[in-house]
């Protein structure tokens, strides 16, 4: 048998994680450093806890579909980002993003079918109405106009709310809980206030659609679980949750950053407006280019395991660095150069596994409609500002833009 290499832990490597990126088209600096090996032992900056590194593609996607690595928030030794991470434990019950075999199964099961292509497809024409609504708005108002609050943001809002059968009108409520809980300057004091709201308003309107119904993704919910006998509204509350939370902060920042992105780089801009039947190539080279969500691939080993030359050990952590992973040169060549032809649908900026993201189908539509639409009704657009002076935002691992100021 090959003995597997092992650092020390004695006197393990310290990383301010999550690193900031300096820059928007490249990963941190900091991550040159991790070039030298495939797995690192760090201590957490911020936590003084200790957790293994993982950059490579390869090593992240096995990792990933290993079940010998858990998404348990709760276990003690899941990595914690903030000083006050403690605090951030849900009061919610588990969500799918924190659940493991064998619960998570039939929980992603219950829900999965409102994700498929075909239900994406018969949503396809509201979303272009949306997508067009919005454009009127922005080209009948002033210039220069922020296209994160003119389109950006409301968009996939109103998307996910409508789906999930939350008024519209409460966008607001939840766009502002929502950038508590993904800012890593707000207390812990705050986002534990946050969670709460939310869980109480969502608790709320669940309860009214149990004896009211309509036809969204909450109701469909509520019949199904009580035709199988298992509702829980705890449980349709945790879901919901994080529906909300991922189904638009996270499409609205790639929305802005694909954006600057394409006006950056006309030659994809050109090739898009020529054939919109390139624009999903676009859109998943902006996906792998940004990877916007790095640490959503953070787990903890339930036992010791042996990858990447290395054995993590039962109870340690390990941040897979998705963004990382999908500037691996070996998997994409020049990975720093946006190539819209490079055909990439095999990068990890959606996760891999079992927990590979629900609305991922969701998020390739919205962003394909908005690409073509925007370019299509305004093709002078263009920044009102240098990319360099754009305020942008890595909150939480979560990178994005805080306005995006545009005219044409």
Same mark, same amino acid.
């Given at each position: ?28 600096? $900091? ?6 090996? *495939? ?33 348990? +928030? ?14 951030? *434990?849900?009061?919610? +019950?588990?969500?799918?993003? $924190? ?158 950053? $694909? ?28 996906? *792998? ?10 787990? #903890?080993?339930?036992?010791? #395991? ?11 952590? #390990? ?33 891999? $596994? ?21 370019? *299509? ?32």
């Amino acid at each position: 048998m090959t003995e597997v290499a092992q650092p020390s832990r004695i006197q393990p490597e310290q990383a301010a994680f999550p690193m900031k990126r300096t820059c928007p088209f490249a990963p941190p600096p $900091g991550y040159d450093r991790f070039r030298d090996a *495939r797995a690192h032992y760090v201590e957490l900056e911020r936590t003084g806890q200790h957790a293994w590194v993982l950059h490579r593609h390869e090593d992240l996607r096995a990792m990933l579909n290993d079940p010998r690595f858990s998404s348990d +928030r709760f276990n003690p030794g899941f990595p914690i980002l903030f000083k006050d991470g403690q605090q951030r *434990r849900p009061t919610l +019950r588990p969500s799918l993003i $924190g659940m493991d075999a064998p619960d998570h199964g039939p929980a992603r099961r219950a829900v999965v079918g409102e994700f498929t292509v075909k239900r994406m497809k018969a949503l396809q024409p509201r979303i272009q109405e949306i997508v067009d609504q919005h454009l009127d708005a922005m080209l009948a108002g002033d210039k220069p106009a922020d296209l994160v609050s003119a389109l950006s943001l409301p968009v996939p809002s109103l998307v996910i709310c409508e789906q999930l059968g939350v008024p519209y009108s409460d966008h607001e409520f939840f766009q502002k809980h929502s950038s508590r809980l993904l800012n890593r300057e707000v207390s812990g004091e705050e986002r534990s206030a946050s969670v709460e709201e939310m869980q109480k308003y969502l608790s709320n309107l669940i309860s009214a659609k149990e004896t009211a119904p309509a036809d969204d993704l909450l109701s469909r919910q509520i019949a199904k679980k009580r035709e199988e006998g298992s509702y829980d509204r705890d449980d349709l509350v945790s879901m919901a949750f994080l529906l909300l939370l991922a189904g638009h902060e996270t499409t609205a920042n790639m929305i802005s950053l $694909g954006t600057v992105a394409l006006l950056e780089n006309p030659d994809a801009l050109a090739a898009i407006k020529e054939d919109p039947g390139k624009t999903l190539d676009a859109v998943e080279e902006l996906l *792998r280019y940004f990877t916007i969500a790095e640490f959503a691939t953070t787990r #903890v080993a339930l036992e010791d #395991v042996d990858i990447a030359g290395v054995t993590i050990k039962a109870g340690e952590g #390990v941040l897979g660095l998705s963004y990382a992973a999908n500037f691996d040169p070996d998997v994409f060549p020049e990975p720093e150069q946006l190539d819209i032809t490079r055909g990439g649908r095999h990068h990890v900026a959606f996760g891999f $596994g079992a927990h590979q993201c629900l609305g991922q189908n969701l998020a390739r539509m919205e962003l394909q409609i908005v690409f073509d639409t925007l370019f *299509r009704r305004i093709p002078t657009l263009r920044l009102a500002a240098p990319v360099d002076q754009l305020p942008f935002k890595h909150d939480s691992g979560v990178f994005g833009l805080y306005c995006l100021p545009v005219t044409w």
